[in-house]
Nanobody, 125 residues
Framework: VQLQASGGGSVRPGGSLKLACITS????????IAWFRQSPGREREGVFCITSRDGGTHSAASVKGRFTISRDATKNTVYLQMNNLKSEDTAVYYC???????????????????WGQGTKVTVSS
């Protein structure tokens, strides 16, 4: 199982970025995929999750209405579309995967078995 995150960069407040998590070694629909982020001095926090099979989603309150998550099984990729970015969204973003998820704990790092390397997002004027 491998995950590779990409798409980070530097944008101004109000801008947009689309992150991609390219997966391999498993069938995407069989795994729950989440995006986490971590900024200096802070714990890694869950941002968005898309569950296996039914594709249900869960998100952090801080990104509701601004971020969306989607997946393309034909490309083995999960996307995080980030709009109206704010300075507080600045962080390193990671994607993570697990075959078995207690959805109430979707934003707990302990739920995930596989992690990609991070991609850095900087929002600054």
């Amino acid at each position: 199982v491998q995950l590779q995150a990409s798409g980070g960069g530097s944008v101004r407040p109000g801008g947009s970025l689309k992150l991609a998590c390219i997966t391999s070694g498993f069938r995407l629909e069989d795994y729950n995929i989440a995006w986490f982020r971590q900024s200096p001095g802070r714990e890694r926090e869950g941002v968005f999750c898309i569950t296996s099979r039914d594709g249900g989603t869960h998100s952090a309150a801080s990104v509701k209405g601004r971020f969306t998550i989607s997946r393309d099984a034909t490309k083995n990729t999960v996307y995080l579309q980030m709009n109206n970015l704010k300075s507080e969204d600045t962080a390193v973003y990671y994607c993570a995967a697990t075959a078995y998820l207690w959805t109430e704990n979707w934003n707990s790092v302990r739920e995930y078995d596989y992690w990609g390397q991070g991609t850095k997002v900087t929002v600054s004027s």
